[in-house]
């Protein structure tokens, strides 16, 4: 299969992120993406780097002062002598802070702007981000490219992740959202109906936020239910869009402990709705921190249950964009990317 990579990601990166108010050790590491390349480059994927892309494609789904934030923060940062290995929000304008009163504007202080803009304490800027971020979106959009010229499937091994990244709000390890920003283009390109399928276990807020009341992208979901998993406030089943994209978001929240046998279902059903309504290609976001020993999952799944969802999903003979979100352990994250991926090509006609 064909697989984009970026070498960009191997700036972004940090020792700690902040849970529960403390610094805790970093799980969206560089050695996650080095891991998935090095599994797929020793089974003979054809690896490649992404074609450069202009902005216009992240705006297209994203806050343009959203942008100018995330290329800015850094310097910004240092411009105003704050001298500190990463930046992480203190100060977060809830909905209750301006309630009644309008919303908030993005004040000047470095301090305050990153609390403007990211939603929680885990999504560090260093100096490395910003360019890491482009580069995945380069490689999202390089991968869906591939697919309108004809592959069948072809991988992107985006890192940073972003299915947590909204319009005008990032973080979950996520800047910008890779998958909306290839799904939009998909949308502009192809005019088909695009769907988005997210087997990540965290529920993907920004994709569903940023398209929730339009029709031409519908998005389903399998995650942790959002009552004991991050992102907390979303990913509920009643959540299925609004106005003219009622009925085109699908949400299927599953137990903690959640087995081969139980997210299987849930996949089918997932798929059986995305094919009701699209007819076009299906971005993947594909999360596999739904492994049993994931550190910050609490699903069941064994590495054979990856290929038989590779394959089913293949099975829809949909053209696949499969774009890389979660996943973090380490140790067996390449093995259980390969094995997606080989049950993709079990199905046949993706050529190499
Ligand atoms: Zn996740």
Avoid at 120 to 145: F, K, N, Q, W
Avoid at 206 to 222: E, H, K, M, N
Avoid at 269 to 285: C, E, I, K, M
Avoid at 322 to 350: C, F, H, K, M, P
């Amino acid at each position: 299969m064909k697989v984009v990579h970026s070498e960009a990601h191997r700036a972004h990166t940090y020792a700690h992120e902040v849970t529960g108010g403390l610094p805790t050790r970093a799980w969206e590491t560089v050695a996650r993406a080095e891991a998935i390349r090095a599994a797929l480059e020793a089974v003979g994927h054809d690896l490649r780097a992404p074609a450069d892309h202009d902005a216009a494609a992240i705006t297209a789904v994203h806050d343009p002062a959203m942008l100018r934030y995330l290329e800015t923060a850094w310097s910004d940062w240092r411009a105003n002598g704050l001298d500190r290995a990463t930046i992480v929000p203190d100060t977060l304008p809830l909905a209750g802070y301006r309630a009644g009163m309008g919303a908030a504007t993005e004040p000047a202080s470095p301090c305050g702007r990153i609390g403007y803009w990211c939603f929680d304490t885990m999504t560090p800027i260093v100096e490395g981000t910003y360019p890491a971020a482009r580069g995945a979106v380069d490689v999202a959009l390089s991968t869906a490219s591939l697919v309108m010229d004809g592959a069948s499937a072809a991988y992107g091994l985006c890192r940073p992740p972003g299915h947590h990244a909204a319009r005008a709000m990032f973080g979950g390890y996520c800047y910008f959202n890779n998958a909306a920003i290839a799904a939009q283009w998909l949308v502009e390109r192809s005019g088909a109906r695009i769907g988005v399928l997210d087997v990540d276990i965290h529920h993907g807020n920004g994709t569903q936020q940023i398209f929730y009341d339009r029709p031409d992208v519908a998005y389903a979901s399998l995650h942790a239910d959002p009552m004991r998993m991050y992102p907390y406030f979303s990913g509920h089943a009643d959540e299925r869009g609004a106005g003219a994209g009622l009925d085109a978001t699908f949400n299927q929240p599953l137990p903690a402990g959640a087995d081969d046998t139980t997210y299987l279902r849930a996949l089918e059903r997932a798929l059986d709705w995305l094919l009701d309504r699209t007819d076009g290609p299906l971005v993947v976001s594909l999360g596999l921190d739904t492994y049993r020993d994931d550190p910050i999952g609490d699903f069941a799944l064994t590495t054979p249950l990856y290929r038989v969802c590779g394959a089913r999903t293949a099975g829809t003979r949909r053209p696949l964009v499969i774009l890389q979100e979660g996943g973090y352990d380490v140790a067996t994250l390449g093995e259980n990317v390969r094995e997606w991926l080989a049950g993709v090509e079990e199905v046949g006609s993706v050529e190499e």
